[in-house]
């Protein structure tokens, strides 16, 4: 797609505007009702789909295949970055009436660091052809790890704090409680961090490695930085919502991350095809409606297995309790 910078400054100035209203009507700490989250949830989708219906009119239906196509990959993987936002939110024992603002800050970080590996990604693209087979060989590495975490499971785990953070607490101290939604209060004379701040930057620092493998991803559906900075911005934007309100089924998809592996692997491949068809070696190419399709079809089997492995697990569950009594 050609898009004028007017069209690009519209748009970042609409998506700030989205954010401000989301941020301006949760600003008041409070507990996100499961109403509120699923109301905000569809109406997010409907933002994405009528983007989508507006890239149709604008460019056709290729770039619009493409947009839906990033949007479900990078949705699909936000879901799974949950399952870290949990354990964030349990190692720090954030009270939920903070939650949201410490996701709504969270979700800000993400979209300015993704936007910064978007921008890097596209003048890397340009100049440097041979980088798809890098981004396939990476997605296809990430799709293997996926599988050997989730045999691990390794989503049962505790989070660890990086070495960095521990270094930006011990510099500056950490309060021992919270404090409303204040980042820094003075203790004993000294200036020192609220646990929110400390929570804030544990979820954006995730953030960024999150990124190491979403951003590679959905540049193997469409190279257009303009569809991938809008697919990831939409995918993140209900990000907050979501969390509220899938929280008590995270646990429940139990094959995510097998699925995602699928979907990574794939389109792994997809890059390295695409790199060997530039190199001019006559290969087949992935269209974008079968990796479409693809995509869809892998996360709705997912979905379906991963509700009956958990209803099957819950039955034995109760039904060992029960003998036991």
Not at 159 to 182: I, M, N, P, Q, W
Request: overall charge neutral.
């Amino acid at each position: 797609m050609n898009v004028s910078l007017s069209v690009w400054l519209l748009t970042i100035v609409a998506l700030c505007a989205l954010v401000a209203v989301d941020f301006f009507i949760g600003r008041k700490p409070h507990d996100v009702s499961i109403r509120e989250a699923g109301t905000w949830t569809i109406a997010w989708v409907v933002l994405a789909c009528l983007f989508g219906l507006g890239l149709f009119v604008y460019g056709g239906g290729g770039p619009t295949g493409e947009f839906f196509a990033g949007y479900i990959t990078e949705k699909s993987l936000s879901v799974d970055n949950l399952f870290v936002f949990v354990l964030i939110m349990g190692k720090f024992a954030v009270p939920s009436q903070y939650q949201q603002r410490v996701l709504m800050v969270g979700v800000i970080m993400a979209l300015v660091l993704r936007a910064g590996f978007i921008a890097a990604g596209a003048a890397i693209i340009s100049a440097f052809s041979w980088v798809f087979y890098l981004f396939g060989a990476f997605l296809i590495w990430t799709a293997w790890k996926l599988i050997q975490d989730a045999r691990k499971e390794e989503h049962e785990e505790e989070y660890e704090e990086s070495k960095l953070l521990k270094a930006v607490e011990k510099r500056f101290g950490v309060a021992d409680r919270y404090h409303g939604t204040k980042l820094f209060i003075t203790e004993n004379g000294k200036r020192v961090m609220t646990p929110m701040l400390v929570v804030m930057l544990a979820i954006g620092s995730t953030d960024v490695l999150f990124a190491l493998d979403s951003i590679p991803a959905i540049y193997g559906l469409t190279q257009d930085p303009y569809i991938v900075f809008t697919a990831n911005a939409f995918a993140l934007m209900g990000l907050r919502q979501l969390y509220f309100l899938i929280g008590g089924l995270l646990k429940k998809l139990v094959h995510l991350s097998y699925g995602l592996s699928i979907i990574l692997g794939f389109i792994g491949v997809k890059l390295v095809l695409h790199a060997l068809h530039e190199s001019g070696v006559h290969v087949p190419e992935i269209s974008i409606p079968f990796s479409l399709g693809f995509i869809v079809l892998v996360l709705a089997i997912t979905t379906v297995t991963s509700l009956r492995a958990s209803k099957k697990q819950e039955l034995e569950q109760a039904e060992s309790e029960h003998m036991a009594q």
